[in-house]
């Protein structure tokens, strides 16, 4: 009974004969009798069969029987193989399905990694050729990349105020020196051309406009310590009558000087 349900689930077929090759046992008719192939007790199907097995049972050295096993080719066969093959492909498809998941995940995380590497590499750039207005732009997962980026974000506003102090002491240097320069040079124009003579009050407007450029050039010698946080600024009342009179002697002589003209 096992044999001949292995044999139902495996889809074969056993069959045993005697010396005189007469059927004793099928295991599709799961009987233990003996059943006659034929009326001559021959099997038509010993010799000459297709797939199958077939080894002669030997006792003391004399044949008794033969042992026969052949595989059944009906629908069974046919659905086991159909569902090998289509088992077969939806692995195959299984198998391509996911590597090409795969494939788009991982350029999915290379691209998040790689543009903004690629953005900080190109606003680097720009920072380099002078243009401080480029900023990262990020979409908020606060990883290590967007870390390195706000640290640039940073580093480019500083440079950038840093940039606008600059211009706007240069600017501020290149006025305060313009004027006392000016004051001199017209004074000295009117002294040559003898429209003014070299009085002591002219000549000490000129002296204190010499004495105005030399603190200057000295205040700019300090500035390379106004960024030392340990600096402190010594504040100290001054009058605006003083500062107002100095302004207007030294604008005196160039206003007089474009009156005679």
Known sequence: ???????????FVVRIYDEQQNLVWDSNQKSMSMHPADPTGMNP??????????????????????????VIDGPFQEQDQHFLRMFNWLLWAALILVLIGVYFFSRFIATGISNPLIQIKWIAKRMREGDLSR?????????????????????????????????????????????????????IEAFQDGVWEASSDKLQICHDQVVRLVQLIKDLEKLTAVGNPMIELKKERICLNEVIHDSINSVAGQFNDKTFH
Do not use: W
């Open 135 to 187: 900023r990262v732009r990020f979409a908020g997962n606060k990883t290590e990349i967007e870390e390195v980026g706000l640290a640039l974000n940073h580093l480019a506003d500083v440079l950038q105020s840093q940039d606008k102090l600059r211009k706007n002491l240069t600017a501020d240097v290149a006025h305060e020196l313009r004027t006392p320069l000016a004051t001199i040079q017209s004074y």
């Open 45 to 70: 199907q010993v010799n000459g069969i297709k797939n199958a097995i077939v080894k002669t049972i030997m006792k003391d050295g004399q044949k008794i029987g033969t042992f026969e096993m052949q």
């Open 1 to 11: 009974m096992d044999i001949s349900h292995q044999a139902m689930l495996r889809h």
